[in-house]
């Protein structure tokens, strides 16, 4: 209410102060015809003026927000696969038995263009996930997402992840699947129908992650091509990757 109040106020300021220009120039030189020639003149460019001002600079003053924005969730993505993301695509790749048979597509290499991106991305929704839970370390699950609670809590306070929602998704799915091994005393003795229930859950973020890290190294190929060399040299799908270039 204040802030209206006070943009009302200067408003009014700045209509009297032109009022009272527009008077102390007709005192001095008597000549009505000039102060509404240069008046109609000012009011007839004021169109352009709002069209140029208000749309063309404030767009694309906001186009380069939004890029800087977009670079900064960009690192703050990094930071989240170089931490407990791509740790996590290699431990659910590693016990997903349709994994073998499509990990070769998975295999990105430095040709790739945007179509082929395009294509895998395609591929991927409609690629059903088949987690083979009783093959995974539960106990050892539930400690290594627990280790990393705070650091994701961390990542959702980032104002940034406003702007991506697929993130913000996939760090949802991670945060409830880490609910639903924290209330389990035991990890050892499920019974089928609660393995059937985390395998979903476990599938949901998996899904998420495997789109998540598609997009993410697509961005690196068109913006950073030393992190997107990491990131091949790091592809958890790809068995033969190594780190170290040879």
Request: aromatic residues 12%; hydrophobic residues 45%; charged residues 25%.
């Amino acid at each position: 209410m204040a802030d209206r109040r006070w943009t009302l106020y200067l408003a009014v300021a700045l209509v009297a102060l032109s009022a009272a220009l527009y008077l102390l120039h007709f005192a001095l030189f008597q000549d009505p015809y000039h102060i509404w020639l240069y008046l109609l003149g000012d009011l007839a460019f004021l169109p352009i003026e709002v069209l140029l001002v208000t749309i063309i600079l404030h767009r694309l003053l906001e186009l380069r927000d939004r890029q800087t924005r977009l670079e900064k969730l960009n690192m703050v993505i990094g930071t989240f696969f170089s931490t407990i993301g791509t740790e996590l695509l290699t431990l659910f790749s590693d016990h997903d038995p349709r994994m073998p048979e499509f990990r070769k597509r998975m295999v990105i290499s430095e040709k790739w263009s945007p179509e082929d991106f395009a294509r895998l991305q395609g591929e991927l929704t409609r690629y059903a996930c088949d987690i083979t839970i009783t093959e995974i370390d539960l106990p050892a699950l539930r400690s290594f997402l627990g280790k990393n609670e705070d650091f994701m809590i961390r990542l959702l306070e980032n104002p940034f992840l406003l702007e991506h929602e697929s993130f913000t998704e996939l760090l949802q799915a991670i945060f409830h699947l880490t609910d639903e091994l924290k209330h389990r005393n035991d990890l050892i003795a499920l019974p089928e129908s609660d393995l059937r229930h985390l395998s979903g859950d476990v599938c949901r973020a998996y899904q998420l992650l495997i789109r998540q890290w598609l997009q993410y190294v697509l961005y690196l190929k068109e913006n950073y091509p030393y992190l997107f060399s990491l990131a091949l040299r790091t592809n958890p799908f790809d068995e033969k990757a190594s780190v170290i270039v040879s």
